[in-house]
């Protein structure tokens, strides 16, 4: 990579000077713009919403994960707020160690669910349609995440 490359088009400057410096919160602008392109023509080319698939950047799973926990998860502690409130997060039963102590500080209840060979089973005792239609409203909120290998 050069130092520094004379291009006024962001997306496609490519050198030590930008790429060193503080940048937008999205990410270096050509390896976002690169991998936003990559996602849409060759993973996802029939997603239907406009423009395509979004992407974010993220040092790794455990950031994305942290990321999206501070995003759609309110923080919940027993004692001081009511059970009835309390976060769910389906995942299989055999999971990456680092989600469940990344939902730890949350509150987050693990809520289980049986896995065969394919992955997530969805019919059968402790299955995803098993597991939400028996929900406990007693134990927190339905689940309205979900974490899954694909």
């Known amino acids: 990579m050069p130092k520094t490359v ?8 490519i050198d030590l000077a930008t790429a060193l410096q ?3 919160a999205e990410g270096y602008p050509p390896l976002l713009s690169w991998v936003r392109q990559f996602t849409r023509e060759n993973l ?3 997603t239907p919403y406009r423009d395509g698939p979004g992407v974010v950047l993220t040092c790794g799973s455990t ?3 942290a990321k999206t926990l501070n995003l759609f998860v309110d923080q919940w502690t027993e004692g001081i707020n009511d059970v ?4 769910g997060l389906l995942c299989e039963t055999y999971v990456y160690t680092n989600v469940l102590s990344q939902a730890q500080p949350y509150g987050v209840q693990i809520v289980p669910v049986k896995a065969d ?5 969805v ?10 239609a028996n929900w406990d409203p007693s134990k927190g909120k339905r689940p309205n995440l979900m ?3 694909t």
């Open 22 to 24: 503080y940048g937008l």
């Open 117 to 121: 060979p394919a992955g997530m089973a």
């Open 147 to 149: 974490y899954t290998v």
């Open 84 to 87: 009835r409130e309390r976060p």
């Open 6 to 13: 004379d291009e006024r088009n962001p997306l496609k400057k």
């Open 123 to 132: 019919k059968g005792p402790g299955g995803l349609e098993d597991v939400l």
């Open 44 to 46: 996802h080319p029939d």
């Open 63 to 65: 950031d994305g994960f």
